[in-house]
């Protein structure tokens, strides 16, 4: 697709339960980032991976959470053992290759309600 | 890491007049500077850019400035409209991989 492109739109769980995000980024893109964003409040950033570089995993809140990205293109934003205050909008955006600092595109959310 | 503080965090004024939002950044290696724009409800969206070998840019009714001995940059709205309500996030790139870090963002109000 064009734009990057996040799945599910929606996403209603039960506390306790396990969520997968799931995230396509622009074809070529090297750079991914995930970021969560609470009713009214700003970007705060989760996870961001970098070509074959490690992912810099420093804005992970607690180990319930990781992230996976395969064949440097799809990621996976898991959430294991969902608690009520994981309930926010989860944006992933990406960028091309860093040396050109080019923008990021960010795709329109997945919203996780924890119930 | 990167640290970038932006001020102020909520900004009303009047339709027509202008408004300025500032950022402070913390890794003087820093060397890209984008403003995202985000409405209620939809996506941030990138409106304007700067990098460290400019002191200024200008796009329409929009401008940025960046001083980097202060290590500041700033994001000029003028003739403000309704339509330019929304929140809007600065950043700045730094490290090797030059990774983004945003600001806490600003809610721009804009009465009419």
């Known amino acids: 697709g064009a734009g990057v492109s996040q799945s599910p739109s929606n996403k209603v769980t039960e506390k306790g339960k396990d969520v997968e995000l799931r995230c396509d980024p622009i074809?070529?893109?090297?750079?991914l980032y995930w970021y969560r964003q609470s009713l009214g409040q700003g970007l705060e950033f989760l996870i961001y991976?970098?070509?074959?570089?490690?992912?810099?995993k420093s804005g992970l809140p607690s180990d319930r959470f990781s992230a996976e990205r395969t064949g440097g293109s799809v990621s996976t934003l898991t959430i294991q053992r969902t608690q009520q205050e994981d309930s926010a909008v989860y944006l992933c955006?990406?960028?091309?290759?860093?040396?050109?600092?080019?923008?990021?595109?960010f795709g329109q959310g997945t919203r996780l309600t924890v119930v | 890491g990167e640290n970038v503080e932006q001020h102020p965090s909520t900004l009303s004024v009047q339709e027509g007049d202008s408004a300025v939002i500032k950022c402070t950044y913390s890794?003087?290696?820093?060397?890209?500077f984008p403003w995202y724009k985000q409405e209620l409800g939809k996506r941030p969206q990138l409106i304007i850019d700067i990098r460290s070998n400019v002191g200024e840019k200008k796009d329409q009714r929009i401008a940025v400035t960046l001083n980097k001995t202060a290590k500041h940059f700033s994001l000029h709205i003028t003739e403000t409209q309704p339509e330019d309500s929304a929140v809007y996030f600065c950043a700045a790139a730094s490290g090797s991989a030059r990774q983004l870090t945003f600001g806490s963002g600003t809610q721009l109000t804009v009465l009419p």
């Open positions: 890794d003087s290696a820093s060397n890209y």
């Open positions: 991976f970098q070509g074959n570089s490690a992912p810099d």
């Open positions: 074809s070529g893109h090297t750079a």
């Open positions: 955006a990406s960028s091309s290759q860093p040396s050109r600092q080019a923008e990021a595109f």
